[in-house]
């Protein structure tokens, strides 16, 4: 079975912070890929990332990054410089390969920015 | 690209009436669709997927009775809530995956908000 876990449930800092948002996951799979999602009070998802179970390296899109370490079974996720427009709920998500594969999403983080 | 549409965005409905939801891959084809429940400060509960032209796959504990599942296009997949009750309140958000696309990503709709009173 696949499991996502975020152990972080609420995150607070002030604006212009760096914040880490920690995903550890399990699976059997070989081959499998990973998501990250934001979720503004809008509800709407909005999808940031995704990455292949056989790319390791690390990505940086402006103000994001992501770290993905097989060995340790994570997908961490830094917002550097954090702004107020960041604040949301973020999932990781773990999906195997196949037709039939689903999505295992993990329990989300809310993230606080304040001014 | 990737567009998926989910329509109304927020009903209000009365106990026992039933409320259909429609989401709609606008500009791709979706031979799978996927239907989530999502409570407040909760995360997304895969409820059933929904491939066209054959039956639903319900996870377990979704009673596909309460909850059908038409996917009757490769464009269209609808969730009705039979018979709603109050606990039926709920953030419901479909996704689509797209027939030409190997890797097996979820494009999400909007969501769409159901009060039931």
């Known amino acids: 079975a696949q499991k996502v876990t975020q152990a972080q449930t609420e995150i607070s800092v002030v604006e212009k912070e760096d914040v880490t948002l920690d995903c550890v996951y399990e699976?059997?799979?070989?081959?499998?890929?990973l998501f990250w999602y934001k979720q503004p009070p809008s509800g709407e998802l909005v999808f940031l990332i995704r990455?292949?179970?056989?790319?390791?390296q690390n990505e940086i899109s402006g103000r994001y990054s992501w770290n993905f370490q097989k060995s340790t079974s994570s997908f961490n996720f830094t917002i550097t410089a954090s702004q107020v427009v960041d604040s949301a709920v973020y999932f990781c998500?773990?999906?195997?390969?196949?037709?039939?594969?689903?999505?295992?999403f993990g329990k989300g983080i809310t993230l606080s920015v304040r001014p | 690209g990737a567009v998926v549409s989910q329509h109304p965005s927020r009903v209000i409905c009365k106990s026992g009436t039933s409320v259909k939801i429609e989401c709609r891959s606008l500009d791709f084809q979706a031979t799978t669709m996927f239907w989530y429940r999502q409570f407040p400060k909760k995360s997304l509960m895969l409820m059933a997927t929904?491939?066209?032209?054959?039956?639903?796959?319900?996870e377990q504990g979704v009673e596909k009775d309460k909850f059908l599942i038409n996917h009757a296009s490769l464009t269209l997949s609808t969730l009705t809530v039979t018979s709603a009750h109050p606990e039926d309140s709920s953030f419901y958000i479909c996704?689509?995956?797209?027939?030409?696309?190997?890797?097996?990503?979820?494009?999400f709709g909007p969501g769409t908000r159901l009060t039931v009173t």
């Open positions: 929904s491939n066209e032209g054959s039956k639903a796959t319900y």
């Open positions: 996704s689509a995956r797209d027939i030409g696309d190997s890797s097996y990503e979820q494009y």
């Open positions: 990455r292949n179970s056989f790319d390791e």
């Open positions: 998500a773990l999906s195997s390969t196949g037709a039939n594969s689903k999505l295992t």
């Open positions: 699976t059997r799979d070989t081959t499998y890929y």
